[in-house]
């Protein structure tokens, strides 16, 4: 048990990483929201911000929930075999700050794919507004399905590699 113990340590900074992106982005967009935070900047640079925290908030719970896992995994198998067999890094909380970056990032791409295609179904009509709750609703969905949304890239990427490198192996082949 006090093996478990030293190394479940590292889980610290895991859990205080998630919270206190839980804390921050709820603030920025309240601020942003209610508070006028950033008055300076333009609506929508203030927009792009709040989609931004939002997908970020997004990733933060979709981390949460694999935390939850990853934990109740490990500690069971522990419990099992009387030992910790896999305990988290010292740098693992690096890897859920990237992540949680990263689907910020994603929660603004995948709003501004939203508005490309209602621009492209609209033929070009590029002044379409959508409605601002609508737009955080999108955000968030990009930021808590980031890890979806990549693994779609990576099959559409392999998929239409495959194909080219098919093409070309039958072109030297002649």
């Given at each position: 048990?006090?093996?478990m113990m030293?190394?479940?340590?590292?889980?610290?900074?895991?859990?205080?990483?998630?919270?206190?992106?839980?804390?921050?982005?709820t603030?920025?967009?309240?601020a942003?929201?209610?508070?006028e935070?950033?008055?300076?900047?333009?609506?929508?640079?203030?927009?792009f911000i709040q989609?931004?925290v939002?997908?970020?908030l997004?990733?933060?719970?979709?981390?949460?929930?694999?935390f939850?896992?990853?934990?109740?995994?490990?500690?069971?198998?522990?419990e099992?075999?009387?030992?910790?067999?896999?305990a988290?890094?010292a740098i693992?909380?690096?890897?859920?700050i990237l992540?949680?970056?990263?689907?910020?990032?994603?929660?603004?791409v995948l709003y501004?794919?939203?508005?490309?295609g209602?621009?492209v179904?609209?033929?070009?009509?590029?002044?379409?507004?959508?409605?601002?709750?609508?737009?955080?609703?999108?955000?968030?969905?990009g930021?808590?399905?980031?890890?979806h949304?990549?693994?779609f890239i990576?099959h559409?990427v392999?998929e239409?590699?495959d194909?080219?490198n098919k093409?070309?192996?039958?072109?030297k082949?002649?």
């Amino acid at each position: 048990m006090k093996l478990m113990m030293k190394h479940c340590f590292w889980y610290i900074p895991i859990i205080l990483v998630i919270l206190l992106n839980y804390i921050f982005c709820t603030y920025i967009w309240f601020a942003i929201e209610f508070l006028e935070l950033f008055n300076n900047l333009s609506s929508d640079a203030k927009h792009f911000i709040q989609l931004f925290v939002l997908g970020m908030l997004g990733g933060s719970i979709y981390t949460s929930i694999y935390f939850a896992n990853d934990y109740n995994e490990v500690m069971e198998i522990a419990e099992k075999n009387k030992r910790l067999e896999k305990a988290p890094a010292a740098i693992d909380f690096l890897g859920y700050i990237l992540f949680i970056f990263g689907a910020g990032i994603t929660g603004v791409v995948l709003y501004l794919a939203f508005k490309a295609g209602i621009i492209v179904m609209l033929v070009g009509s590029s002044e379409i507004e959508i409605n601002k709750v609508a737009t955080w609703v999108i955000a968030f969905s990009g930021g808590f399905g980031a890890s979806h949304v990549k693994r779609f890239i990576n099959h559409f990427v392999k998929e239409n590699l495959d194909k080219d490198n098919k093409h070309q192996k039958i072109i030297k082949n002649k």
